[in-house]
């Protein structure tokens, strides 16, 4: 089967690794002029110009990327089937549409606002008092699009960095650690659900992952799962789905966001997991069987950002799996990732510690398990 796949970065560049076993063949349709796949036909297309070429070559479309025009993703539904579907992207572009359907669904999150000047914001920090994080309603990621207010008064210096005409004020939460839930949902309805991961960011930038969490309370998984399959069901989604939370010191979760693919904090599937994350998206489009997202062991994903390290060097480590995207260097750049695994949480972190020491611009992770 040809897959069409809208973007071409190292998402991408993962799923068609993870299809090339089951023979799967990959076309890429890059809407941005900077592809960086490096595998599989890369169709360049900055103007729909080639599109219909695109859809001749291919069975059925994914993505890698949800910043596309809705609009782009229904042309393409009326001729080839899209999964996840278009109603997926539009939801989960816009945080005003992700809220309201959390808050439909009873998924809590924290307290936010909706503002469309430099004065309701002002209101709305002093509402629900500061520190705020003030966020755009389309396009940020990773970080991007967004201030931390802690003072009403710095409201009109927000509005201005962030140049957005509508925004998302929300209040700061007093969490433990940043978790997600991965789940996967076939075309039949059949759905699976990954371990948690305990995800550790800095400048907005993903740097750690971490599961199966050995610390976490199996009840807390469920309440998890039970949210990301009301999600899974309503969106009748196909695929990957990942939702980011906070949890609080009273075990409690909040929802913060969630993304309709593959995500960087399910990279540890690739080889913790008896099926990665890449593998079961590709199973859930085509109608296959999905695979058991058991892990196997302890397991860490450690991103690589703006410099790499020495190669040879990190693959000395004792089950270190390095997977290089093959860009250029650049700060605050995605260029790679390493999957550790250990046969114990211990025995974990000491080697994720030694891999963070070879890599210039890795911060020392801060994980810690009672």
């Not at 109603?87 to 808050?103: G, P, S, T």
């Not at 599961?211 to 039970?226: I, K, M, N, R, V």
């Not at 891999?355 to 810690?368: G, H, K, N, R, V």
Request: include cysteine; charged fraction near 25%.
């Amino acid at each position: 089967m040809n897959i069409g796949v809208l973007g071409a970065g190292q998402l991408g560049r993962m799923l068609a690794l993870a299809g090339y076993p089951l023979a799967n063949r990959f076309t890429f349709l890059d809407t941005t002029g900077h592809p960086s796949a490096g595998i599989g036909d890369v169709m360049v297309d900055t103007d729909r110009r080639h599109l219909a070429a695109f859809l001749e070559k291919v069975d059925l479309v994914t993505y890698e990327f949800e910043h596309l025009p809705v609009s782009l993703v229904q042309e393409i539904e009326e001729v080839k089937p899209v999964y996840p579907s278009s109603e997926a992207i539009r939801v989960c572009q816009n945080r005003a549409e992700e809220k309201a359907l959390f808050d439909r669904l009873s998924i809590p999150t924290p307290a936010y606002r909706l503002v469309e000047s430099a004065d309701e914001l002002e209101a709305a920090a002093r509402e629900l008092g500061t520190p705020v994080v003030a966020k755009s309603i389309t396009e940020g990621y990773d970080g991007k699009g967004q201030a931390v207010l802690r003072d009403p008064a710095e409201a009109a210096e927000a509005w201005r960095a962030i140049a957005h005409p509508r925004l998302i004020v929300e209040a700061f939460v007093d969490f433990v650690r940043e978790v997600s839930i991965i789940a996967v949902r076939g075309r039949d309805g059949e759905v699976v659900f990954y371990p948690m991961a305990e995800n550790q960011h800095v400048d907005g930038i993903l740097r750690y992952s971490i599961a199966p969490l050995p610390d976490l309370a199996d009840s807390l998984q469920q309440t998890a799962d039970g949210y990301i399959r009301a999600l899974l069901d309503e969106l009748d989604y196909v695929g990957v789905l990942t939702l980011e939370l906070f949890q609080c010191a009273d075990g409690s979760l909040l929802a913060n966001e969630m993304a309709p693919r593959v995500h960087n904090s399910g990279h540890w599937t690739q080889d913790g997991a008896v099926t990665s994350q890449f593998e079961n998206h590709l199973r859930a489009i085509q109608g296959l069987p999905l695979g058991d997202t058991a892990a196997r062991m302890p397991t860490c994903m450690v991103n690589v950002i703006g410099q790499e390290g020495d190669p040879s060097a990190i693959l000395a480590l004792a089950d270190a799996h390095l997977h290089r995207y093959d860009k250029s260097e650049r700060a605050g750049r995605k260029l790679a990732h390493v999957n550790l695994l250990a046969p114990t949480h211990e025995a974990l972190l000491e080697r994720v510690r030694a891999c963070a020491a070879l890599l210039p611009e890795a911060p020392a992770p801060s994980f810690s398990f009672e």
